[in-house]
């Protein structure tokens, strides 16, 4: 089975600007979850995607936003970029989502922000 | 409320043991143990669910304390390839197991030969 993908790899954007991040996960999955790494908080939950609704979301801004398509890709966006959005954006794609399954994280996309 | 790892760097010569601890002011549903190496993704190791609850996945094992809302992480006998970053990201009782994780801030591991 192919792995969770995330696109893309890394990006680089200016303070204002908007960014969108791209995550497809393990095929038969159907539960996204996006997480923000950065050395100083560590990894922070973001929001969770399970078939098209988001069922949970951690304690971001409201320019961080979501979506989640019927194939289960998933999407994230971030508008008016700030320089501490600059971090690894991890996505973690589990079969059902929730307490009993393990998630399986992709390979992340580092933003940064001048 | 993120849980508190300790300690937060630990250095191990191949062969010893170590023990990593997770802590929480909330009541907890469950914990999960994730190890990052460098430059890689999270690896799922566990999920312990259950109060006095031990898991156990080749020589890393791990305890979940329900009434502390404690978790501790356990590698016995270390080998090089432990060496990384562990996390326990944990989901509060009162979500019922529907929450999102809060993950800890992590404990370097680093195995010398």
């Known amino acids: 089975k192919a792995g969770v993908t995330q696109t893309p790899r890394y990006l680089i954007k200016t303070r204002g600007q908007q960014v969108t991040l791209s995550c497809s996960p393990i095929?038969?999955?159907?539960?996204v979850s996006w997480y923000q790494q950065t050395p100083g908080q560590g990894l922070q939950f973001l929001f969770e995607y399970f078939s098209e609704t988001q069922r949970n979301k951690g304690n971001f801004p409201g320019r961080f936003s979501g979506r989640q398509f019927s194939n289960s890709r998933s999407e994230m966006n971030v508008s008016t970029l700030e320089l501490g959005d600059s971090a690894l954006y991890l996505c973690?794609?589990?079969?059902?989502?929730?307490?009993?399954?393990?998630?399986?994280f992709g390979p992340g996309t580092r933003l940064t922000v001048t | 409320q993120q849980p508190v790892q300790s300690p937060q760097a630990v250095i191990l010569r191949e062969g010893e043991d170590a023990v990593i601890n997770c802590s929480s002011s909330?009541?907890?549903?469950?914990v999960h143990w994730y190890r990052q190496k460098h430059g890689e993704a999270p690896v799922f190791l566990m999920i312990l669910l259950k109060g006095g609850e031990q898991k156990g996945h080749d020589k890393i094992s791990a305890s979940f304390n329900e009434k502390k809302q404690q978790s501790s992480l356990y590698l016995t006998a270390s080998q090089l390839s432990y060496s990384g970053t562990y996390f326990c990201g944990t989901e509060p009782k009162a979500g019922g197991g529907a929450d999102g994780l809060t993950f800890g801030k992590g404990t370097h591991l680093i195995i010398q030969p």
């Open positions: 095929s038969g999955h159907r539960s």
């Open positions: 973690a794609s589990s079969a059902t989502g929730g307490t009993f399954y393990e998630q399986y």
């Open positions: 909330k009541a907890l549903y469950s």
